[in-house]
Every structure is written in C-alpha cells, then in structure tokens.
C-alpha cells in the first residue's frame, strides 16, 4: 500500500521569507508524486510533479520541490512567499506502474503568509 | 478552454434519500476519477474509469456508492440511502490518455453534500 505524510498541519511564514511544506511517502516501487493547492470552497489546483529525471522540480507560481530517493522526502519550497500563497498544500503519490492511477493525498497543510 | 464542471456545487438531502451528482470532464479527458474530501477522513479516492476499460471501484466506501460514465464523458455518483457520514465535498477529476500530460489531474470544483 502507499501513503504520504504530510506532518505539519499548518505552516506560518512572514512575507517574502522563504516557505518549506514537508511531504513524505511510502511505496512499493517508484513514485510519481505531486502538489495541488486548493484555496477556499476551490477544488484542487496542480501545482507540479515528480516523474523522472532532475530532482528539483519547478510548478506554478514560483513554486519548486526536490525530490530525495534516500528520505523518501518530496518537499515543496518556495523562495519568497507571497501573502496570496496561503492556502492548503496537498501532497500526494500514486505508483510509476500498474493500472492503479489514482491518486493517494496526505492530509494537508495550512500555509498561512503573514504580511 | 472550459475546466472540469461538477453539479450541483451544493447539496442539502434528508437521511435515508438518494442523490446524484455530475461530473462533466474536460473534453477529450479519456480518465475520470471521482474523490470525497471530509474532515476526518482527508481525500479519500472513490472510483475511476479509463476509457472503455471496466472501471475501479476499489476506493467505493460501501455498496450504497455507484458511479457510471455515459458515452466516455459525463459522469454520474449516486449515493442511496444517504447516511450523516456521507456529508462531504465530492470531487472529480479528468486527465489524458497518455503522455506525461496523463499523469496530471484536473479537478473540479466539487459538489459540497449534506446530509441532515
């Protein structure tokens, strides 16, 4: 079975700091893994993945997340938030193989910007 | 181009009645996925369908769920007997055939149900 972890339920930044959400998974195989972003009475909006190739993904809206095998990590980041960055972050996995494509969600985590 | 479309964006029903909700996918979106994002139990995955193939109901919480896809498009959730605990915002999704772009899943608004 796979999971993600999300472990902060909810992240404070000033603005123009730099942001770090925390994701962590677990599956049998390799991941594909991605980021959605849902803002208030919104449905889910992708922000980038992690197929294959270069550790360091770039998204939407300035946003980035590294990939490490070793720790199992996929952590988003962002240089200089933004007060309109507060929203809920998903993480989530699914397998590179297999005809399961659906998607496996951590519980999320509340980014609030500070202005 | 028009995103997925879901209706209605709310719901209000008595226990023990029947609903059903729409999902309209982006247009030439061949996988459809239908999730219930609730407080306690996070995002959860429900059922998808890809193509003609037949489709996987493996994430459907009881037997009181059903989902069905017309014509490789619109999509309709029926939930019987609705009970408290399905109160939740129903989500669906869509994303290519094939490609990298495949991997990508475009959400709906969802459809925020309540059961009294």
């Known amino acids: 079975a796979q999971s993600v972890a999300q472990p902060e339920d909810q992240v404070n930044v000033a603005e123009g700091n730099p942001l770090t959400v925390k994701c962590t998974y677990s599956?049998?195989?390799?991941?594909?893994l991605f980021w959605y972003v849902q803002y208030p009475n919104r449905g889910l909006q992708f922000l980038l993945k992690?197929?294959?190739?270069?550790?360091l993904v770039k998204g939407s809206y300035g946003f980035e997340a590294e990939f490490n095998k070793s720790q199992t990590s996929f952590h988003l980041k962002k240089p200089s938030a933004l007060v309109s960055d507060s929203a809920l972050y998903f993480c989530?996995?699914?397998?590179?193989?297999?005809?399961?494509?659906?998607?496996?969600f951590g519980s999320g985590t509340q980014l609030t910007v500070l202005p | 181009g028009a995103g997925v479309s879901q209706s209605p964006s709310n719901k209000v029903t008595e226990k023990g009645k029947d609903v059903e909700l729409r999902c309209d996918p982006i247009?030439?979106?061949?996988?459809l996925y239908w999730y219930r994002q609730s407080l306690g139990q996070g995002l959860e995955f429900l059922i998808y369908?890809?193509?003609?193939?037949?489709?996987?109901k493996s994430g459907l919480p009881s037997d009181r769920f059903s989902a069905e896809r017309t014509g490789g498009s619109v999509s309709t959730l029926t939930i019987q007997r609705t009970q408290q605990e399905d109160s939740a915002v129903y989500l669906c999704?869509?994303?290519?055939?094939?490609?990298?772009?495949?991997?990508?899943?475009?959400f709906g608004p969802g459809t925020r149900l309540t059961v009294t």
């Open positions: 369908f890809q193509g003609n193939s037949a489709p996987d």
């Open positions: 599956v049998s195989g390799n991941p594909y």
């Open positions: 989530a996995v699914r397998l590179e193989w297999g005809s399961a494509r659906q998607l496996t």
């Open positions: 992690y197929i294959t190739g270069d550790n």
């Open positions: 999704a869509s994303s290519a055939a094939g490609g990298e772009s495949s991997y990508e899943q475009y």
């Open positions: 247009s030439g979106h061949t996988a």
